[in-house]
């Protein structure tokens, strides 16, 4: 137990002040949190290691993230934005999917092999860009939103590439399985967005009648629970939490519940991104072979998901396009696993693995600069609305 | 990932539906978590198993709620209370150690055997006692603040019987360390009490200027290094957490610190309780032998405690010496741990081990129903002040 308490504070005191360090120094405050977990990581003090217990409190940090961005946004807003949304989603998708193919191609991969490599490149996980917007205040944007929304689309069609490529790769591809797969995330996410509202204009009556507390438990059950489902349907529990968020800021008396999460995820986040950190090692770069492949899977990914977004709301005004294209760079766990997958079938070399994996914690790590750079050079009048 | 998520879910729902059930039905709601657990835990349905991850939850929630204690407390009120603090704290160590001690003997055990028997009788573990006190409104009485202050005494003295009795009974006894160990936990918590108010006075200044994102970095940082520290030098984490609540108490600022404290006790509070629930093994009431030891163990334990504290809070008014006694019964995890120190160590067997045990629980499942009696007994205006 003593270890488990060492490592709660040491990652959180250490994530905290090197946060405000960032801060302090005018650098976005979520990479000071990421090198407290390279700093504190097996790879240099080695203070903190990946454990079940860690890995726990990482990912209730990411669900209270996306959860507390799910409260803060509105399904009506989203719904608003789906035209750019869709667009972002699917040339954001196809894009970095065929950067990667190519990429890993042309670094010998066979083409069964080399799809794996792509998917990983497809999936955004903006875990990161909702840190770095908040700290900005600046998460309620119409590029948010479009960011957001996104997201969510992203993830659906990561998944029903993740099947495709698995089916043909392992040589098991089932037509019927795949649209069976695709439906229920699709109806997963449907659902909640078409009957949300309706449903919580129902509810606002019963909920007002009730105790706080009772809200407070019924909204982390709720919370919980549909970030597990996410994750049945074959989704990211992130998509869960922010599906539960949306559904309770649906809620006229929602502002109680929130003023009581924020300090959850106060809490639980900086784990998140400490963990993250933690996977960075400096050792793959000694191999000139795997720098290359790392250079060149970065750029391909960053330019591939920024010409995507960029794209897919280039009809919106002023720096939107920019805006959007940097918001869907970070690249995250998603990757890691896909990764891990394809390494663990045998599909790709442990080269390429730590290639891909270098890659998305490239993303991460280069993200918030990006995006602050984007949203700076924005005029505020031209972006709310 | 996902049992992660589901156990949470599980433990979390369940803790707090028949905790709301317990108290609609009028009994304490920790039963209604304590069944929980017992229901969800390997014995019943196994839907929970301690593990890393889920003994972390727990122990963050019992130190949280040792924490909001200390923030609700007051360092001059507690030193007030010292006088029958330190008597109950005294009577309440000696009567439960020789009870014990007799107990075992009576059952057949070798006296350096019975004398661990008789250490696990020792420690109040007063979470429950807390969580009963706070759902009743009751946690700043006069008898609550006698109870807090005595426990963190109860603890030291814990200690030194324990660093004692293993040093008889593994015939390593050294005086010089045993008075080492005693000073240390002396010292921890007396420079704390007493420079914790003036120290508290000084930085309020340096504190009101802080953001208040600072001041609760810093809180939870102070609380996990407190429990940490008070680990190190041979206590109970909680009894590090409750100082650390004490300081931050003391604080004239420290509000805003508690309001969003409570979430997060609320959160991991349960994990607490349902993990003491699965502890329940009713397959161990098949053995008549067991039974006899675990009813002759449970009634020495409540016996002695409650005397204890009712001759140490005796000069009290009204039903004072009856809560404070009450308020003591409840034996924790100190008592598992001692015990599994002399099983593993093959100073007792396994019926004595898993009576004791079991004496644990028994005294965690009654005290909330003799808590609630003394209490419910009292006239409102005889407690206060």
């Given amino acids: 137990m003593t270890t488990i308490l060492l490592q709660l504070l040491v990652a959180y005191a250490a994530a905290r002040l090197l946060g405000r360090l960032a801060g302090a120094l005018g650098l976005p405050a979520v990479i000071g949190e990421l090198l407290a977990g390279a700093l504190l990581g097996p790879h240099l003090l080695g203070l903190i290691h990946e454990s079940e217990f860690f890995d726990a409190f990482a990912e209730l940090g990411v669900i209270f993230l996306l959860f507390e961005a799910g409260l803060e946004a509105r399904i009506r807003e989203l719904l608003a934005v789906r035209g750019p949304a869709i667009r972002v989603g699917l040339i954001g998708v196809a894009l970095p999917f065929a950067g990667g193919l190519l990429a890993a191609m042309a670094f010998g991969e066979a083409t069964s092999n080399a799809l794996f490599v792509a998917t990983a490149f497809v999936a955004t996980s903006v875990g990161i860009t909702i840190a770095v917007l908040r700290e900005l205040g600046l998460q309620s944007r119409r590029s948010a939103r479009i960011i957001l929304a996104a997201a969510v689309l992203d993830d659906i069609l990561g998944l029903i590439v993740l099947v495709i490529v698995k089916g043909v790769a392992l040589g098991e591809s089932d037509p019927v399985e795949i649209a069976l797969i695709a439906l229920e995330a699709v109806a997963f996410v449907a659902v909640i967005v078409v009957a949300g509202p309706p449903l919580a204009t129902r509810l606002s009556h019963l909920v007002r009648r009730l105790s706080p507390g009772i809200v407070f438990d019924a909204s982390l059950v709720l919370m919980l629970g549909l970030s597990l489902l996410a994750e049945y349907?074959?989704?990211?529990?992130?998509?869960?939490?922010?599906?539960?968020?949306?559904?309770?800021?649906?809620?006229?008396?929602?502002?109680?519940?929130?003023?009581?999460?924020?300090?959850?995820?106060?809490?639980?986040?900086?784990?998140?991104?400490?963990?993250?950190?933690?996977?960075?090692?400096?050792?793959?770069?000694?191999?000139?072979?795997?720098?290359?492949?790392?250079?060149?899977?970065?750029?391909?990914?960053?330019?591939?998901?920024?010409?995507?977004?960029?794209?897919?709301?280039?009809?919106?005004?002023?720096?939107?396009?920019?805006?959007?294209?940097?918001?869907?760079?970070?690249?995250?766990?998603?990757?890691?696993?896909?990764?891990?997958?394809?390494?663990?079938?045998?599909?790709?070399?442990?080269?390429?693995?730590?290639?891909?994996?270098?890659?998305?914690?490239?993303?991460?790590?280069?993200?918030?600069?990006?995006?602050?750079?984007?949203?700076?050079?924005?005029?505020?009048?031209?972006?709310?609305?």
Avoid: C, N
């Avoid at 009581?260 to 993250?276: D, G, H, N, S």
């Avoid at 080269?351 to 050079?377: C, E, G, H, K």
């Fill in 233 to 385: 349907v074959g989704l990211a529990a992130i998509v869960g939490a922010f599906l539960a968020g949306l559904l309770l800021g649906e809620l006229e008396d929602y502002d109680p519940v929130q003023r009581r999460i924020e300090p959850l995820t106060a809490f639980f986040v900086p784990f998140f991104f400490v963990l993250m950190g933690t996977y960075v090692d400096f050792t793959v770069f000694a191999d000139p072979f795997i720098d290359a492949e790392i250079a060149v899977f970065t750029g391909v990914a960053v330019a591939t998901k920024y010409a995507g977004g960029w794209i897919g709301a280039l009809k919106e005004r002023g720096s939107i396009p920019r805006q959007v294209g940097a918001g869907m760079i970070p690249r995250g766990e998603v990757g890691i696993v896909v990764a891990g997958i394809a390494f663990s079938a045998g599909a790709v070399t442990e080269d390429v693995y730590v290639a891909v994996i270098s890659m998305v914690l490239a993303t991460t790590f280069l993200a918030p600069f990006v995006i602050r750079r984007a949203f700076a050079r924005a005029p505020q009048s031209a972006e709310t609305g």
